[in-house]
């Protein structure tokens, strides 16, 4: 079944055309990559699918329920949950903190003004520990290095246990040596819990390596998809990435 | 970190001189009594200001719709009714002493209720806005409350109210009364905002502060919480502004309960000298800018309001993070300067 359906989605800003007419379908369970050069339009596209902002025109499926009109907080709780380019997280806050505050505070709101339970303390833990970051736990996030927040911000997104997660580059800025960490990463979430992977990738022999169907974006429209094989012979593609 | 624990003994340690204090110094018992008030003001500020970043120039507007609605209530609840012909500003109630708890207690709770009523609304309104364009809107409330208490006749208009006389019968006095019940009402306010912070709410509010975007990509619905966190500030700082009505005995609409240029400037000044997004600053900030305040009072007559000032810039210039984010900068620093040591 498709988990989410992107149907010709149009969204300008001013001027500025930066989708039109894309669409994409991403079945669930699978791991789907999007390519593209800079400022083809990937990142708009990840804001219009959680709700960042309108789409001009278009439908966009979660389940199959038309979510474009929702907002990005109800998205999130639907179970779609992104991860930003540039690392998003609470920097005066330690990673606990950050880790704890990313658990589905709202539902047990009757509990809000109590401290968080002992298997939200657990789960955090865990999570830490599965990214590699348990020894820095009381490190404020905004002291970690951006390779390792963005890693942190990865465990943020599992303590909400979604059911699909999109991915803006996350491997971007990262150290290398930290890369294939990463890569096992993202695979064994997959495979393990299940959670069905949407990634913006720059970084060819990556997503190459974890995708098993990519889109490529040009100039803001959809140029190409197909089986990584097939897009890496891609005529246009190579000319997109090589070309002016 | 100091843990909750030790912070608890020195609590109770500088309780139990607080509550013999006005015992020994009589004459100070009406500044000392100030000084909670300072405390709730800048302890309710700091809940939206400190802990989610978002700064309000409004919250005065909440401490005198506290103040107004339980005058009125306590006016109101026991006597008979207005004379038509007498002039409202001039109307004083006698009570006797279970009428006079009885409707402060009443008329307290309805101002609390009214202002949490006007946080929520007030708050659906402007809260969805981020930082700067909220304060921006905050800018007028306490202003316009002034200017729209001053226009109805029945809380005696521009000429303000008068509070009911305390009863006279008791043993003890009006201002130890309100001292005691102040100082009762900070600690209640510390505690309960300690545990807030500590929760699952408080992490809410400094998500809020740290990355709103985030914050909403996570699924938090933070306009819900902000609301939330201003309405308990609102609830707390009612209450103060009840009492305070009730210890000055005189309410006027400009100068006292929407008075932006005192209260209203300085809870926002406390929280920040003393240490904003903390529990302790400002605690610090009111006792420090309140008894600094008291002395230019003293010592500089006519120049108070200067030096008051002068104080004002430097602690923006030199404690722009307050006398706590001061020192524990200051500690981080020796701290690191001492593990090199270790290393070396
Ligand atoms: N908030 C914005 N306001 C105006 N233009 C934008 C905004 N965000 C992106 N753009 C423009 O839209 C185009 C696509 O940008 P983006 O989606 O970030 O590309 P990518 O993520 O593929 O690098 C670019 O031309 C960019 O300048
Ligand atoms: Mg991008």
Known sequence: ?244 | MITNNKQNMLIWIGLAISAVVPLLLPNYITVLTYIWVMIILALTWDMLGGQTGYTSFGNILFFGVGMYVSAVVQRDMFSSGLDRFERVSEIVVNLNASEYFVSLAVGTLAGAIVAVILAVILGSGILGMRGHYFAICTLGLGHAAAEIASGIDYIGAGSGMVTPIYPGELALSKEAFYYYAFMLFAIVTFFLFRKIYQSQFGLALNAIRDNENKAESMGIHTTQYKIAGWSIAAFFLAIAGAGVGNVIGFIDPVEIAFSGPTFGVWMIVMAILGGKGTIWGPVLGAVILYSAKETFWTYLLGWDKVALGLLIVIIVVYFPKGVLGYFKERKQLSNSILSQKGEG
């Open chain 1, 1 to 244: 079944m498709d988990q989410l359906n992107v149907k010709s989605v149009d969204k300008a800003y001013g001027g500025v055309i930066a989708n039109h007419d894309v669409s994409l379908t991403v079945p669930e369970g699978k791991i789907v990559g999007i390519i593209g050069p800079n400022g083809s339009g990937k990142t708009t596209l990840f804001n219009s699918i959680v709700g960042h902002h309108p789409i001009d025109s278009g439908e966009i499926h979660f389940n199959g329920k038309e979510i474009s009109s929702l907002t990005i907080p109800q998205i999130a709780r639907l179970g779609m949950l992104r991860t930003f380019q540039q690392t998003h997280i609470y920097g005066k806050m330690t990673c606990v903190q950050n880790m704890q505050i990313s658990s589905d505070i709202d539902a047990n709101w009757k509990r809000i003004f109590n401290p968080f339970s002992k298997e939200v303390d657990e789960m955090v833990d865990e999570l830490l520990a599965f990214v590699g970051l348990y020894k820095k736990r009381f490190l404020l996030a905004g002291d970690l290095s951006f390779g390792q927040q963005k890693l942190l911000e990865f465990a943020m997104a599992l303590m909400k246990k979604p059911t699909i997660l999109l991915l803006d580059e996350p491997t971007a800025g990262v150290n290398p040596t930290l890369i294939n960490g990463l890569i096992d990463r993202l695979r064994q979430v997959n495979e393990e819990k299940g959670i069905t992977l949407l990634v913006i990738e720059h970084n060819m022999r990556v997503i190459m390596n974890l995708a098993e169907h990519i889109y490529c974006l040009a100039n803001g429209t959809m140029l190409a998809d197909g089986k990584p094989d097939d897009i890496q012979n891609d005529q246009r593609v190579i000319d997109a990435y090589l070309g002016n």
